[in-house]
């Protein structure tokens, strides 16, 4: 299989590892969703002469609408296929090597594969192609979904329309901005319409219905929320509320935020005490404290001391000890640990692309410790007093100013307002990335320094 781009010929090497995600991804939209979806496309019974589904699954969206031809592209020739309309037809190939375009209307459901599980050959050789066709740098951290993006608005025509069902994150997360700035040097109209109910059952991200209009270039971005009968609300601002969504700031050289470790899996790599014990592994020599995640502290605890973390994390069971294979030589007792663990445990995307599969690189414990999510007001913050690793879901910020008090910092960070401005990920579970954070630390240094 090839992906299409100026005539140079790609190797698809995203097929090894998408059977491998073909039944995670593969999470279908309900009917009634897809019928309300293509009424709001058939204003004034608008008939589309060509309509494109890409990572059509089992053919669904075909069943509704007004439209002379539909085809669909699925990859998984497993994908066992509905009873297609006489107009209809799906095609078993990829997405990325469809020749055909000009389009009238892109629709669809596209699959959710996380970038980590993307290979990187590929990674590096679509992103290369769609930059050179967005002419905007395509950001390889981006999701799956957002390759379909971009895909479905090069194949459509200049008085074409998209209306894809995908996470509502990408209208403001950063990986998504080379669509958007092409979306937006085309003065094309976009209306993302966030779901308040969640309408898939196996799916965290918050969905949303986007549309796309190119014919009409009025550069304009609307936001509505809906819910899942289809009531529509608008709003001010993608943050559902009437501030803006925090802006994201690169950060400073002394005090910054940084994501979690991404060991490879914490089953492997974060013991807990009963594990720890029973493998003989030694405190300090060969585990040190982390923290996974917040949620077994409590959003009055301001300071994580060796009494709290034993009594919440350590005598709870939760993983808590991070094995140190990152130093220069491990224990005979560690180099046993690793060597008794099985390889469909270790069978990460990780752990198969490093050296040495269970060696990750050298950590330094954060000032704070704060979670990268939350329901409430703002997220838990806690003031780091037992140097623990900030791993996957606890994100830490670095403080290297002398003059900074580290618990006037976390009180600002608790009574700041982040749930106004910030878009829910799930649910009413909120996400706040690094460099939203880092806005929100500079703005913390800008009054110290004012006094």
């Known amino acids: 299989m090839e992906a299409i781009g100026n005539n140079q010929n790609y190797k698809f090497d995203i097929a090894s590892c998408e059977k491998k995600y073909f039944k995670k991804c593969q999470v279908y939209t309900p009917f009634e969703i ?3 979806l293509w009424n709001m496309l058939s ?7 060509k309509v494109l589904d890409l990572g059509a699954g089992d053919g669904r969206f075909s069943l509704f609408g007004n439209y002379i031809e539909y085809l669909g592209i699925e990859i998984d020739k497993d994908t066992k296929t509905i009873a297609l309309p006489d107009n209809a037809r799906i095609k078993n190939q990829c997405a990325f090597s469809l020749k055909e375009g000009d389009f009238d209307l892109c629709i669809g459901n596209p699959p959710y594969v996380r970038h980590q599980e993307l290979e990187s050959s590929w990674k590096q050789k679509y992103a290369k192609i769609l930059s050179e066709k967005l002419n905007e740098k395509f950001d390889q951290r981006s999701n799956i979904y957002i390759y379909f993006l971009a895909q479905s608005l090069l194949s459509t025509n200049k008085e074409g ?3 894809l069902i995908i ?4 209208a403001t997360r950063p ?3 080379s669509v958007r700035n092409y979306i937006n040097k085309n003065k094309w109209s976009v209306s993302v319409y966030r779901f308040e109910e969640n309408i898939f059952s196996k799916v965290l991200t918050t969905a949303s219905v986007t549309i796309i209009d190119k014919s009409c270039q009025k550069n304009e971005w609307n936001y509505f929320s809906i819910k899942s009968n289809f009531k529509i609300k608008k709003t001010k601002h993608p943050t559902g509320t009437n501030k803006k969504i925090l802006p994201y700031i690169k950060r400073e ?4 935020a940084q994501r979690g470790l ?6 492997i790599f974060c013991l807990t005490e009963t594990e720890r014990i029973d493998h003989g592994l030694l405190i300090n020599e060969d585990v040190i404290p982390c923290l996974v995640s917040l949620k077994n502290l409590s959003k009055d605890d301001n300071t994580l001391t060796k009494k709290i973390f034993y009594e919440k994390l350590v005598n709870k069971n939760e993983r808590c000890w991070l094995v140190k294979s990152y130093t220069e030589d491990i224990s005979d007792r560690l180099l046993k640990y690793f060597n008794s663990v099985p390889f469909e445990k270790r069978n990460t995307w990780t752990c198969n692309n490093r050296k040495t599969w269970w060696k990750f690189h050298s950590v330094t414990a954060p000032s704070i410790l704060y979670s990268s999510s939350f329901r409430d007001h703002s997220p838990k913050t806690i003031i780091n007093d037992i140097n623990a690793i900030a791993v996957n879901a606890a994100f830490g910020i670095y403080v290297y100013d002398q003059n900074i008090s580290l618990s006037n910092m976390v009180e600002y960070i608790k009574s700041f307002d982040f749930e106004s401005r910030i878009v829910d990920y799930a649910g009413k579970l909120k996400k706040i990335e690094v460099n939203q954070m880092n806005g929100v630390l500079n703005q913390y240094v800008k009054k110290v320094s004012r006094g």
């Open 161 to 163: 329309k998209v209306a």
């Open 34 to 36: 897809i019928e309300k």
């Open 43 to 49: 204003i004034n019974k608008k008939t589309y002469k």
């Open 167 to 170: 996470p509502f994150e990408w």
């Open 253 to 256: 050289t002394n005090i910054y």
């Open 262 to 267: 991404s060991p490879g899996t914490q089953k």
């Open 175 to 177: 990986n998504a901005k």
